[in-house]
Every structure is written in structure tokens, then in C-alpha cells.
């Protein structure tokens, strides 16, 4: 796992999961000033296949998007020993009970409506990254 930016080494990779193309920019450039590596993928098999050929040491998934939506995206995932392991928090538009709960239930660390705050985004990130690297068990 590479390391928290905080600690020094190398950055930490995020992969940024969404369809929304103008999201991905935005997010992409506050993590990076953060002091994250950032990949990102615009659909669910994009997404997959992203995190099994370059494994992220987190995923930031939306719920709505192409080719396969963000539930399946995290079943694949979890259904894989390559990439079981990596942790999830959902970024999404559809911030609806049952889908938070689906989440949760599913092995995501988090669940962060859109619009999200910014900061609030950056503490999760760093609390989710925190927990995997301390007890691996804990993002699958």
C-alpha cells in the first residue's frame, strides 16, 4: 500500500469513478493539491479494470453510470481477491436511504452525497485510508 501523504513516500492512489467528465476535473484537481495520486475511470467496466490492472489504494464510486452501475462496480470488486481489499466510498447524486444503507451493507467505507463539501470529502478520504492501512480486513 503506498502511504498517506502526510507520512512522506509515495502518494497514495485514488481512483475517481463517474460519468460526469466536468466531476472527475474537479475532483481530480483538489486531490492532487491534496497530495493524492489520482486515475479515473468514466464507466463501471472502465472502473473494474482500472482497479484490477493499477489497484488504487481507494475508490471513489458514484452510483449512476454506464456500463454497469455503482453496486455492481462494488460486487465485482468485492467478488475479486485481487481487489476485495480496496476500500469505497460512494460520491453520489442519489443520496437516498437505501442506497446508503445498500452501501454500507455492501463493504463501503462511506457514503458522501453530492454536492459534497470539500473538506469534509479530504477528512473522509484520510479516515478511510487510515482504517485500510491499519486493519486491511476492514475495506473488504
Known sequence: MNTHPDAGGTLPRILVVDDDRDIVHALTIRLRQAGYE????HDGYEAVH???THPPDLILLDIKLPSGDGFTVLERLRGS???AHIPVVFL???PQTANWQRAL???AL???????????????????????HANPAVAG
Do not use: C, W
Open 81 to 83: 481477491v485481487q481487489t
Open 38 to 41: 489520482v486515475a479515473a475511470a
Open 92 to 94: 453520489t447524486a442519489n
Open 110 to 132: 462511506d457514503f458522501i452525497p453530492k454536492p459534497y463539501d470539500g473538506k469534509e470529502l479530504l477528512r473522509v478520504i484520510k479516515r478511510a485510508l487510515e482504517r485500510s
Open 105 to 107: 451493507e455492501m463493504g
Open 50 to 52: 482500472s482497479a484490477h
